[in-house]
Structures are given as structure tokens and as C-alpha cells.
């Protein structure tokens, strides 16, 4: 026993050696390495089994078969070939085990140890690329409900960019409920730039730009109230250390709008490869109808020929990942759902109780700083008489620029071809589809037809504004005396006011999935494609 103490203390010494070189100190290299090895050749496999013991006994435990061979190399300088030769003795194959002993090599251990920092660096210097291709945008919409903060993570993927995530943040109501007190809509925007802040970190905030797009609520405000407003919202966001200039605050144009969201869902859906066309040269891109609570959106992409008939303003043309596109594109004001209701109402005063609000209520509407009378007839609601007054709510009769190629309020309505065959509806679209069962809320998208607005309207109108609530899913009270109103406006819409592409049926989107995760259908993240 004292013999082999002193044989496992000798192999000790030299290995202490073998490594004091690799830090520079201690004695010869070459001489160090050769006792090292000598050492471990001469030990016969018992020794080498009692160093084994010996090891692992002082380390505390044994643990299972990979814990000991990772033992056996960190006691022979990391190298595998030393654990290697203790399993093979255990094994009982002696001469085996020598000769794994006998391979042993110290300069490999040495090259090794130096090997596996080096992949550390790498590693490190592959995140650090990784990070230095990320990019940042935050816009803050303001519509006319409420305000949302879209946070939005890129990385540069050849000529484009992936995106990577979206924090997003909102808040109710929207600026345009304080008319009467700009500073208080500004400071409605402290939580939604909390959220920028935690998502941006702080070595990229100076280069990430943070705009502010109001959009229709705004628009519709009298006087100074808007251009007040935005004032102190530009005091408020030049308080962050984002980039950010006076241009970075505005009332977005409606035609913007609309491109902007289009390019959102063709972006997600993949269809923006090829300048959106297919391997035929035919146009993949789908159509987008947004409809908001002050406006509705419709925008396709059209082919030159399209573009060379269209009237001026129609066309916008958009640049995102590396090619342009041609958009027709219209923002139809005061027709988004909380404006249409307006406009409904505004009918229905000259002619006593509406024929869109549910029986039992007696109340009003307040939209835009106006206040509206909204009472029920004695009889209650009906859809075919509310039908009349929406679809004459939208102005169908008005002259356009083209004859005969109008949609409604006085829009030319574009030319139909494979832009505008498919396409997908969002916003409160979405939302009283959800309420009526059309789609469910669990759901991100689903399909609907044109019909299913008519028969879910029919249905509404019939119940009392008490049921509302009790047989419809996530009616907010505030809403369910215009259910009805709601349901019929959105078939008039469909029906006759896009009624020239003649959609029957189409997809509902509240998110659409993007690499295996669900990613808001919104304008804001085309915004940001554009600009960047």
C-alpha cells in the first residue's frame, strides 16, 4: 500500500509539472511531458485502478459511469484518452487500458484546453455579430379608441429583415377622448413608452427611432385640439432617450395607412418575395380591409397598366425588402365603426328613434367632442330598415372620378384583378365576428362569407339591448346598444360598399402566425418596414 501511495504520489508530481508548463513556470517542458508519460506507462492497470479510488474518493462520491470518466480527465488535464484507460482496466482488458495510457498526450491536452477557449471566444464573438445585426423600431399608434405601442425586433436576413418579436402595450381611451386636455392625452403614452424602455436595452435605444402616427380619431377633431394634443406629445417623447425629431409625431394620412397595412399582412404571409409575384409573374400578394373605429382601409397591389389608368391619389408606391410595389390604396374617413355609428345616428334624429339601436335603450353617443341622441324606436330594432340607413350612411350614390368604377363616398373603387381576388379583414371586423360566433377567441384567424354578417345582424336585431349582453360573447355594455347597428354596417360594407370586387367570402385575421409565432395584423409594422 505505502508502494503504491508513493507510485500515485510520483504520477501526481509529474502531472503538476506537465501543467505548471502550460502556465509558464515550473521545469522543462519537454522534460516534464516525458516523466509524465513514462509515469503512466509504467503504472500497472491495479495502480491505475487505485488511483482511480484514489481520486474519487477524494472528490466525495463516485457518481455514474460518465461522472467518472469526466473525473479521470480532469485528473489527467481534460484529456479523454486518461479516463478512457481507467474504463478499459475496469472492463478487465489490460492491455487495452495500457495502451490508452500509453496515448496519453499532454501537448493535445495543452492544444485542447487552448481549443476550448477559443470556441468560448467564438461563440461570444458569434453573439455579439448576432446582436450587432438587431435592429429596433417603435411606433406608437394613436387611433381613435385607444393608443398602442408596437415595440418590433429585426434582423437582417440577406436583402431583408426577419423580424423577431413585438412587445406590445395599449391603452384605452385614445388620445382623441381628452380633446379638452392635450396634456392628460399626452401622458396617456407614459405606460406604453414603459414598455419601449423594458424592450429596447439601453445600449440601442440612442439609434432606435420612436414615431407616433395618429391616426383617423384625430383627423376628425375641430379647431386646434389635434395640433394641441400633439404638441405635448412631442414634449412628452422627447423626454426618452430614443431618436426622435419633430417629423416623428404626426396625423397619418389615411392612404398611408391603409398601404402600410397591407405591406403588414403580405410581409407576414410571405407573399413580398419576388416583388409579390409568383414563379408565373402573377400577383400572390392578397388584398387588406382594415376597419377602424374613425375609418376603413382597402388596399391591393394593381399591375402598370392599373397604375397608368388610376386618378391621381390611388396609388401609392411602397419599398420593403428590397423591391417596390404598386398599391392601390383608399382611407374612406368617417366611415370606421365608431364614426359609422355616428353617422347612422345623425339620420336617425330627424326621424325620431333608430332603427339600429336595441329596444329599451334611451341614451346617447358621444363621438369626435359631439353628442348624438341614440334611442330605440317603440318597436325596436330591425335589420332591413337599419340596412336603408346604413348603406345610405356610405354614400353609394356619390359621383367619382371614374363613372361607373365607384365604390362609395365618391372613391374610385380600383380595377378588380388578381390583387384584390383574395383577401383577408381586420380590426372590428374581427371583433364582432368573435362576438356573434362567426370566429371564436381563441382562434388568430378563420374564414367567413359576406353572409354570415347578414344572418348574425338579422339575429341581433331582434333582441332586446338587455339580451345583448346575456346572449353574446364579450359585449362590453358600452357597446351592446349598437349591435345591431354594428352587424348591418359591416354587411352594407361588404355587400355594396366593396360590393365591385364581389367578395362572398374572405379571411378574418386578428394575428397571423410568423415563424411559430402569432404576430398582430397591424399597419404599424409595415410603417416600420418602410422606414427602415
Not at 493535445?108 to 438587431?134: F, Y
Not at 366611415?335 to 335603450?361: I, N, T
Not at 363621438?367 to 336603408?388: E, L, N, Q, V
Not at 354587411?491 to 409565432?517: M, S
Request: hydrophobic fraction near 40%.
Amino acid at each position: 500500500a505505502f508502494a503504491t501511495r508513493r507510485t500515485i504520489d510520483r504520477i501526481h508530481r509529474n502531472y503538476r509539472d506537465a501543467m505548471a508548463t502550460r502556465r509558464g513556470t515550473g521545469r522543462d517542458a519537454r522534460a516534464s511531458r516525458g516523466r509524465a508519460s513514462l509515469a503512466l506507462v509504467a503504472v500497472p492497470v491495479t495502480v491505475l485502478l487505485a488511483l482511480s479510488a484514489f481520486g474519487e474518493n477524494a472528490n466525495g462520491s463516485t457518481g455514474g459511469r460518465g461522472g467518472r470518466q469526466g473525473r479521470g480527465a480532469r485528473r489527467f488535464g481534460g484529456d479523454a484518452g486518461a479516463a478512457s484507460a481507467l474504463a478499459m482496466a475496469r472492463n478487465g482488458d489490460e492491455g487495452l487500458g495500457r495502451a490508452r495510457a500509453r496515448a496519453v498526450d499532454y501537448d493535445k491536452v495543452l492544444r485542447e484546453r487552448k481549443g476550448s477557449t477559443t470556441t468560448t471566444t467564438t461563440t461570444t464573438t458569434r453573439e455579439d455579430a448576432a446582436e450587432a445585426t438587431r435592429r429596433y423600431a417603435v411606433v406608437l399608434d394613436a387611433g381613435s379608441t385607444g393608443s398602442r405601442a408596437h415595440v418590433f425586433a429585426f434582423e437582417r436576413a440577406g436583402r431583408g429583415l426577419k423580424l423577431l418579436d413585438d412587445h406590445f402595450e395599449a391603452v384605452k381611451p385614445g388620445l382623441s377622448a381628452r380633446a379638452s386636455d392635450p396634456k392628460a392625452a399626452a401622458e396617456s403614452l407614459r405606460t406604453l413608452m414603459t414598455t419601449a424602455m423594458n424592450a429596447v436595452p439601453a445600449a440601442d435605444r440612442a439609434e432606435t427611432s420612436v414615431e407616433l402616427r395618429a391616426t383617423a380619431g384625430l383627423r376628425l377633431l375641430p379647431g386646434d385640439a389635434s395640433s394641441d394634443i400633439l404638441a405635448e406629445c412631442k414634449k412628452l417623447l422627447k423626454e426618452y432617450p430614443f431618436k426622435f425629431d419633430d417629423e416623428s409625431v404626426s396625423i397619418m394620412d389615411g392612404a398611408d395607412e391603409g398601404a402600410y397595412q397591407w405591406l403588414t399582412m403580405n410581409y407576414l404571409l410571405g407573399n413580398l418575395a419576388n416583388g409579390g409575384a409568383d414563379h408565373d409573374g402573377d400577383v400572390q400578394t392578397v388584398a387588406a380591409v382594415d376597419l377602424g373605429g374613425g375609418s376603413v382601409q382597402l388596399a391591393y397591389q394593381v399591375p402598370p397598366e392599373s397604375v397608368a389608368n388610376a386618378p391621381d391619389g390611388y396609388i401609392t408606391k411602397l419599398k420593403a425588402l428590397g423591391h417596390s410595389f404598386d398599391v392601390y390604396t383608399r382611407s374612406h374617413l368617417g366611415h370606421g365603426l365608431m364614426a359609422a355609428r355616428a353617422a347612422v345616428l345623425a339620420q336617425a334624429e330627424e326621424r325620431g328613434g333608430s332603427p339600429c339601436v336595441h329596444a329599451g335603450y334611451d341614451g346617447v353617443y358621444e363621438y369626435a367632442g359631439k353628442t348624438y341622441k341614440a334611442s330605440a324606436r317603440d318597436s325596436g330594432s330591425d335589420h332591413a330598415s337599419c340596412y336603408d340607413v346604413a348603406v345610405a350612411a356610405l354614400g353609394v350614390d356619390k359621383e367619382c372620378e371614374r363613372p361607373k368604377q365607384c365604390s362609395f363616398d365618391g372613391a374610385w373603387g380600383g380595377e378588380p384583378g388578381a390583387g384584390s381576388k383574395r383577401v383577408y379583414m381586420s380590426s372590428y371586423l374581427w371583433d364582432r365576428a368573435v362576438n356573434v360566433g362567426i370566429v371564436t377567441d381563441d382562434e388568430i384567424d378563420g374564414r367567413a362569407a359576406v353572409n354570415d354578417f347578414k344572418a348574425a345582424a338579422e339575429k341581433a336585431c331582434g333582441v332586446s339591448v338587455a339580451e345583448v349582453t346575456t346572449k353574446y360573447h364579450g359585449v362590453e355594455p358600452k357597446d351592446a346598444p349598437f349591435l345591431c347597428m354594428d352587424l348591418t354596417f359591416a354587411y352594407a360594407l361588404l355587400n355594396v360598399g366593396f360590393g365591385r370586387h364581389g367578395w362572398r367570402d374572405f379571411t378574418l385575421v386578428k394575428q397571423i402566425e410568423y415563424q411559430g409565432k402569432p404576430v398582430e395584423a397591424a399597419w404599424p409594422l409595415g410603417a416600420a418596414l418602410n422606414s427602415m
